[in-house]
Structures are given as C-alpha cells and as structure tokens.
C-alpha cells in the first residue's frame, strides 16, 4: 500500500454538456499522487468524459489543477498522458518507433541507444518486447493496447489518465497491466486514474474509487467502503453480493439485473 500519498490532481467544479445536454454537473474530486483511483459507474455516467476533461482535450467549465497548480489546458498535455478506450487506429510505424513518439518533444535527428535501450526495456514490462520490430497494424488489438500503455508511460507523465486500458486484453495481461500501472504510480509518484467496468479487478489493484452516476460523483473512498450492495443496486441495477476476500479486498459476485427477467438461465 502507498502510505500517505499526496495530492497530485484536484478537479473542481466540473461541468460538461453535449448539445445543451449536461454529462457531468459540478464534478470535484482529489487524484492522489502515488496512487491508483479506479473510475467506475454505468455506462454514461461520464467516465471517458471526465478523463478527457483533465487531460486538457474535453472543453469543460471548472478548473483542474496539478500539483496546486492552476494548469491550463493545453500547457496540461505536457505533463498529461492520456491513452483513449479505443486504440484500434492503424499505422505503419513500427511497435519500437510508436513508444519512441511517447518523447517526441526530445527526440532529435538521432535516436541515443540509451533511448532506444529504455524503449524496449518498457515493452518488456508489458510482455511485448519481441514485437518490436513489427507494424502496429500487423498486431492484435489487444497487443496494439499494451504497445499504446507502454507508450503513456515511457512520456514520463506526472499524472497517467487510462480509459479502460484491459478491454481487449486477456486475463493475464490485465493483472501484468494493473501491476505495472500500480508499481509505476507508487515509484515515480504520478496521478493514475482508470476507467474501468470490471469492479472486482479495480478493488485489487485501485487504492480508491469514485463512483460516476446521472452526471455527479456518487462517492468516493476505498473499494471496501464504496462497493456496497446497496449502492451496486442504486447505480448498476444490479443484485450483487460483495465479498470480502484477500486482506479485505472485496469481490463482486453479479446475480441478477434488477427489473429484468434476466437470469443465468
């Protein structure tokens, strides 16, 4: 666990509206530096939103500051990385050359070796570093998300914004991505917040949560005290039952959507 972390991203009075239709209302909420906040509500509740709107890309009323910083939008793409759900755009560079773009602003004439050496090293974190030399359009979707997550991190942000980055990933990639992502934020002190759906993924690997719902934060805290059976009703629609598991971590077992002649049936 991180202990203490400090505060690296305050947003604070968020709005955003689409066609006169409001997504989020007066949104404000504390990121920790050092630390993972898992994202979670319904679909629409403004999640991918509301990362675009600290990274600077989504017009938004309010203010976000890093660091005690007021930041202005588009200074915030340089301290901000920001890798969006989808991630199925193709191109002809290759894996190495894709990372390589995570420094574009460093990067000269001549590529250093000891760079090269450091963008190859981050692919092997994600189990991706044999693919190297292919293009991204020649790898699966799932591996072109591990090549875009090695990217946001060779940036060197001071905060990481992932909209549910283990979508196309297997089981296994998404306890290396997660376990990455977490090391990453307890060891360079960045800002990580992840869109995610799978609740039971993000209590293992999140240190807190805020819970998106009809456009407003619904709460906030840790997995154990926000995933409630009351609460997973009020928002999803859904009966669950929350499980304590390892060191208190809870589980989320789905039964049924509520209203619904759904079953497992």
């Known amino acids: 666990m991180v202990n203490a972390p400090s505060?690296?991203?305050?947003v604070h009075g968020l709005s955003i509206s689409y066609d006169a239709r409001p997504v989020l209302s007066d949104v404000s909420l504390t990121l920790a530096a050092g630390a993972v906040t898992a994202l979670v509500g319904p679909n629409g509740a403004g999640k991918s939103t509301l990362l675009r709107a600290i990274s600077g890309l989504q017009t938004a009323e309010g203010a976000v500051t890093i660091n005690g910083r007021n930041v202005d939008p588009a200074a915030r793409l340089g301290e901000v990385a920001y890798m969006p759900q989808d991630t199925s755009a193709a191109s002809s560079l290759t894996v190495l050359e894709v990372v390589l773009l995570g420094r574009l602003r460093t990067l000269g004439l001549r590529l250093p070796p000891d760079l090269i050496t450091e963008a190859e090293a981050m692919l092997d974190r994600f189990g991706v570093a044999a693919l190297?030399?292919?293009?991204?359009?020649?790898i699966s979707g799932g591996q072109r998300q591990l090549v875009y997550l090695a990217q946001a991190l060779f940036r060197r942000p001071k905060v990481?914004?992932?909209?549910?980055?283990?979508?196309?990933?297997?089981l296994r990639h998404q306890l290396v991505v997660l376990h990455v992502v977490r090391e990453a934020a307890r060891q360079d002190g960045i800002v990580v917040a992840i869109a995610m759906h799978d609740l039971s993924l993000a209590a293992r690997f999140a240190h807190s949560f805020v819970v998106l719902s009809r456009g407003g934060v619904e709460a906030t805290g840790a997995g154990a005290d926000v995933?409630?059976?009351?609460?997973?009703?009020r928002v999803y629609g859904i009966e669950a039952e929350v499980i304590s598991g390892e060191d208190s971590v809870p589980w989320i077992a789905v039964l049924r959507a509520i209203g619904s002649d759904i079953d497992r049936s």
């Open 160 to 170: 990481l914004l992932l909209d549910e980055p283990t979508a196309a990933l297997d």
């Open 227 to 233: 995933l409630t059976k009351d609460r997973l009703a």
């Open 7 to 10: 505060v690296g991203v305050e």
């Open 132 to 138: 190297a030399g292919r293009t991204l359009d020649a």
